[in-house]
């Protein structure tokens, strides 16, 4: 209940905060695309989908497939500059507000990332709220390897508490980890 209170008021910080930087992100996005707003399902708690909102990093004829499957040719003109200082997750603050994720948490994953889906499930993954950043990130860890991904994502659930949670988001905070890596040329 109260990472829960503290999720609503990060969130309502960074929305209301940095709201200027949002709409001058949105309204750059605008040149490069007539969707700025990515949406597209993912996997919460108790893998029930939900829709998660971004800045769209990638060319808009890009498959909807993971991260690491996708050619760095399918960014768009300003996707890399958002993806590396993490601004293409911006608008996942409205998904902590509604309550589909958590800020700190697993990172939540595609329907059809099946392997993730067994080891997580094995796990018990799908027990808690997924994250905009986690303890797989902050590790180096992506969605590209299922194994290490889950099982490093086990460690929070059994950790689970405000001491890990503040130490997630302050590994995240000063520069730690990194989102879903493109590898293909």
Request: positive net charge; proline residues 6%.
């Amino acid at each position: 209940m109260m990472i829960r209170f503290i999720d609503v008021c990060i969130a309502s910080f960074f929305i209301i905060g940095f709201l200027p930087i949002y709409l001058i992100v949105y309204f750059s996005l605008l040149f490069f695309t007539k969707k700025p707003v990515f949406c597209q399902v993912r996997l919460g708690v108790n893998r029930i989908p939900f829709v998660l909102y971004k800045f769209r990093t990638m060319k808009e004829s890009t498959l909807n497939v993971p991260t690491h499957l996708v050619s760095k040719r399918s960014l768009n003109k300003i996707g890399g500059f958002l993806r590396q200082f993490k601004l293409d997750e911006i608008p996942q603050f409205v998904n902590v507000l509604k309550g589909d994720m958590s800020i700190v948490g697993p990172r939540p994953c595609l329907p059809i990332q099946e392997d993730i889906i067994i080891e997580r499930s094995y796990r018990n993954v799908f027990s808690i709220r997924p994250g905009i950043t986690g303890i797989s990130q902050i590790n180096g860890i992506d969605m590209s390897t299922p194994i290490p991904l889950a099982e490093t994502d086990k460690l929070y659930i059994i950790d689970y508490g405000l001491k890990i949670y503040f130490k997630i988001l302050l590994f995240t905070f000063f520069g730690s980890g990194f989102g879903d890596r493109i590898t293909r040329n």
